[in-house]
């Protein structure tokens, strides 16, 4: 159950071709996310750290602000990744707005696809600030670009731990570079520490680890308000998959008989045309038998009937020979010069023609 609410095995550091990572002032960098940075160098992936403010801590002090920049970059050279900074004064990123322009023309030229900025829980008001930009920035960019967030004041609630054992060390030589963050504050010790802590769930054999929330634009757009949301809430949101793995099979099981039903209509529809459909077959095989028989019948008088003109062809042609033969004797007894025979036919012939 404890699994709900933190990761009880380590993970890699996110995969990524060119990373992206906000830094409220110089340190920030190193302290929340110094590890991961390390390993994703470990594996020549691109790594581009932009520092927000100058970090003079609002005394418009040129010369800390310069102090705290070489030190950013001496941690830069130690963990091999590239630097700048948008020199914007100290605690108030709050109204830097119009740097959005900005972010978003470095990520889209550098082909960001993970950038790495506070979580929301922090307290400073750069870092949430910081947060807040990274928020905006993740909405404008491609939706297969990801969003990691780091702590440093606060701890968050993560879904990833990045074992950092193996570059623990270079973390540790980085977070050494700002000498003058460290004569105020022992940040270096409580950083380690933390870091030892987040490996508290993990198997003994992590050492350190970094606390990460790793989510992509489609996430945010869905529950925009789980970042900020109470710890009951992330409890029933995050920490309860089983729930939420119950309300699916649900919905798949009640679409399944939704479909089962309308299967089921479907079947009866076409088992109503079936049967209309046979008994229109059965209908135009009758009709089909009673042409046929007609046709039949009509074939037997057609045949008969030729029949019939074959008969009176051949009384018409013996007709026809009787009658040439009648007229050649006709004929034959004209032609005669017998006075016996012709005498009638003559005086026939002319009392035909006297008459």
Not at 18 to 34: K, Q
Not at 78 to 103: K, Q, V
């Amino acid at each position: 159950m404890e699994n709900w609410f933190l990761p009880y095995q380590a993970s890699l550091v996110p995969s990524a071709s060119s990373v992206l990572v906000l830094a409220p002032h110089p340190d920030d960098e190193v302290f929340g996310c110094g590890g991961c940075l390390a390993l994703h160098r470990q594996r020549s992936e691109l790594v581009h750290v932009l520092l927000l403010t100058n970090g003079d801590g609002g005394q418009s002090d040129q010369d800390y602000a310069c102090q705290r920049l070489r030190e950013s970059q001496a941690a830069a050279e130690l963990l091999g990744y590239t630097l700048e900074s948008l020199n914007h004064p100290d605690r108030h990123l709050d109204e830097a707005g119009f740097l959005m322009d900005t972010l978003e023309k470095i990520a889209r030229e550098r082909q960001v696809d993970l950038i790495y900025a506070p979580s929301p829980w922090e307290i400073h008001p750069d870092h949430f600030a910081a947060a807040q930009m990274a928020l905006e920035l993740l909405r404008r960019l491609p939706e297969e670009v990801r969003l990691a967030t780091y702590e440093v004041g606060v701890p968050q609630r993560p879904n990833r731990l990045v074992d950092i054992t193996s570059v623990r060390d270079q973390k540790r030589q980085a977070m050494h570079c700002f000498t003058s963050q460290l004569a105020r504050q022992r940040y270096a010790e409580q950083v380690d520490a933390l870091n030892v802590f987040r490996s508290y769930t993990l198997p003994p054999f992590v050492l350190a680890s970094e606390a990460l929330c790793v989510f992509g634009r489609q996430q945010l757009d869905l529950d925009p308000c789980s970042l900020h949301a109470s710890e009951h809430q992330r409890a029933l949101l995050q920490a309860a998959p089983q729930v939420r793995r119950e309300m699916v099979l649900r919905q798949e099981l009640d679409e399944l008989q939704a479909q089962q039903l309308r299967m089921q209509e479907t079947v009866q529809a076409l088992q109503s045309e079936r049967s209309t459909l046979q008994a229109g077959l059965k209908l135009t095989q009758e009709q089909l038998a009673g042409t046929e028989e007609r046709l039949r019948i009509t074939l037997q008088q057609v045949e008969k009937l030729a029949a019939q003109l074959q008969d009176m062809t051949w009384q018409h042609t013996e007709a026809r020979q009787q009658v040439h033969s009648l007229n050649a004797q006709l004929h034959s007894l004209l032609q005669s010069s017998s006075w016996r025979i012709t005498a009638p036919l003559r005086w026939l012939v002319n009392r035909w023609h006297g008459s």
